[in-house]
């Protein structure tokens, strides 16, 4: 085995938990079916501030992850000192998201970092003041991330040799 006892705990994070998260959640969600691993892990999002705590995703948000086939049932929180010391990994959108997790939960460091750290870097940018097409391109950015990311724990032995019968 890769070392870990019990679903590996990933959890993504933006400001208010209603477009960016949503939709690397559901995006990271997709990739876990698509490759028979959603028992594997346990996945969540959460938002730096409480403003949309208890909203729904943004509807332009929900819309991309229907068409996509990653939409799930969602409702908005903010990230809570339990998260930072239970998750494995958490995932921020921006340099601002990382600042705060820091900031607020020191216990969070060495399990926080860019979610484009995977693709070599960068930032997701915010569509909450974009459009539709603004919400479909951060998704696009957040799957390919977070099918780099499913990748190194596939490939660095996170996931032990049961990941390799995988869908």
């Known amino acids: 085995m890769g070392g870990m006892e019990g679903p ?9 938990n209603i477009c960016r998260s949503p939709l690397a959640e559901g995006a990271f969600r997709k990739l876990l079916r698509e490759r028979g691993l959603e028992g594997r892990f346990e ?7 409480a403003w949309h705590a208890g909203e729904p995703m943004d509807p332009r948000a929900r819309k991309v992850l229907e ?36 900031a607020r939960f020191p216990e969070a460091k060495g399990k926080v970092r860019l979610l484009l750290d995977y693709l070599g870097g960068g930032e997701v940018a915010d569509p909450y003041y974009g459009d539709l097409q603004d919400c479909l391109e951060a998704y696009w950015t957040v799957e390919a991330a977070c099918r780099a990311f499913l990748d190194r724990l596939e490939g660095d032995g996170t996931l032990g040799p049961a990941a ?3 869908a």
């Open 8 to 16: 590996i705990r990933v959890l993504f994070v933006c400001l208010g």
């Open 43 to 49: 996945v969540d999002s959460a938002g730096t501030g």
């Open 67 to 102: 068409a996509q086939g990653a939409y799930f049932p969602h409702v908005a929180r903010a990230m809570t000192r339990e998260d930072a010391l239970s998750f494995h990994h958490i995932l921020v959108m921006d340099r601002e998201n990382l600042k705060e997790v820091l």
């Open 164 to 166: 390799a019968g995988g």
